[in-house]
């Protein structure tokens, strides 16, 4: 399947807490999770995560430290906050209820 590298408005928050759900993480691993996640069809580019991460910063939901890389190299670490894990879950129920309407139209018998 080809890759898709644009993700749905809305969602890049969304993926960026959750793969924070699992830990701090630099933007790099951040980035590698949402690609690994989904199969690869989703790419991040730094463009886009970066000011996703500050974005999310400025709001609360994420801490950053500065610290080492796997590779010895210095690193800024993401950290979900306690309100970055209620949006989370917040965030999730709103997708999985938006998913679900979506599946629900696509087979919805035709117009009568």
Same mark, same amino acid.
């Given at each position: 399947m080809e890759r898709t590298p644009d993700i749905v408005k809305g969602t890049l928050d969304l993926l960026v807490l959750k793969a /924070?759900? +699992?830990?701090?993480a630099h933007g790099? %691993?951040?980035?590698?999770w949402i690609?690994?996640?989904t199969d690869d069809l989703l !790419?991040?580019?730094e463009g886009t995560l970066y000011p996703a991460l500050h974005r999310l910063e400025e709001?609360? /939901?994420?801490? %950053?430290? +500065?610290? !080492?890389?796997?590779?010895?190299r210095r690193a800024k670490y993401y950290e979900l906050t306690r309100?970055?894990? /209620?949006r989370l879950q917040v965030e999730v129920a709103s997708w999985e209820r938006? !998913?679900? !309407?979506?599946?629900a139209a696509l087979v919805a018998p035709a117009l009568q």
């Open positions: /924070l759900s +699992w830990g701090p790099y %691993a951040v980035a590698r690609e690994g996640a !790419a991040v580019g709001r609360g /939901l994420v801490t %950053a430290t +500065w610290g !080492a890389s796997e590779n010895n309100p970055g894990r /209620l938006y !998913a679900a !309407a979506i599946s």
